[in-house]
C-alpha cells in the first residue's frame, strides 16, 4: 500500500459536499447545496441529525472545543454553531479575508482566504493573523490539520498538498486521484476528503 492509495468510499445524500470535519467519533459534512451541515455515520454514510446555518457558496467546517466553526466566505467571517441546537453563538469577523478552507490544530484556527490565495493562523477571540503564507494553489478548497501539518486540496488540478505549518512549504503532493478533493480531514491516520461531484467521501492511506 503507497501514500494516497483509495482504502474506502463513502455515498453521501445531497448536493454538493464542500466542508468536513470530525468529532472523534462521526463526522460532520457542510452541503453547499441544500446548505446544511449534516452529522455522518462514518462506516454507512448514513445522516444522523441535521442543521441549517443558511450559508451558500463553497464553505469549509471545522470542530473546536464541541463546536461547529464554518467560514462564511460571502461575509469574510467565522461562525460557531451548537452542532446539536443548531444556534448561532458567535460571529467573528475577518474582513478582507474570505475563508474557502477551515482548521482547528488545539489552540488557533487556520483559514485558507481564497480571495488573496493565502492561508492564515489566526487568533481564535480576536481575529489577528498569528503568522501567513501563501497557499500552493489558486484553486483551493479546505484545509485540514493532522497534529503537525497542514493538509490543503487543489479541485481543479485534483492534487492534495501536506504543508509545513511554520513555513508553508509543500512536504507531498498527491496526485492523480481521478476526482475533485475537498475539505481534507485526518482521522486515525488516514485522509479523508470530500468529491462533491460524486457526491461521496474518500479514504486515503497515509502510510
Known sequence: MS?????RTLSLTGNIPSGLTWDG???WVYDEGVTQVHQINPYTGATLRSFAPGIALYTD???VS???VQGTYSTRTLKWYDPYAGALLRTLSVTPFAPQGVAWDGHNLWIQASVTDVIRQINPYTGATLRSFAAPSDNGLGLGWDGHTLWHCDRGMEEIYQLDPYTGAVLRVLTE????PGAPEVVLNTLWVTDDTFLR???LALN
Open 25 to 27: 467519533s462521526t463526522f
Open 201 to 203: 467521501l474518500h479514504q
Open 66 to 68: 464541541g463546536k461547529i
Open 177 to 180: 486521484l481521478g476526482f475533485e
Open 61 to 63: 467546517i471545522a470542530w
Open 3 to 7: 501514500v494516497g492509495d483509495l482504502l
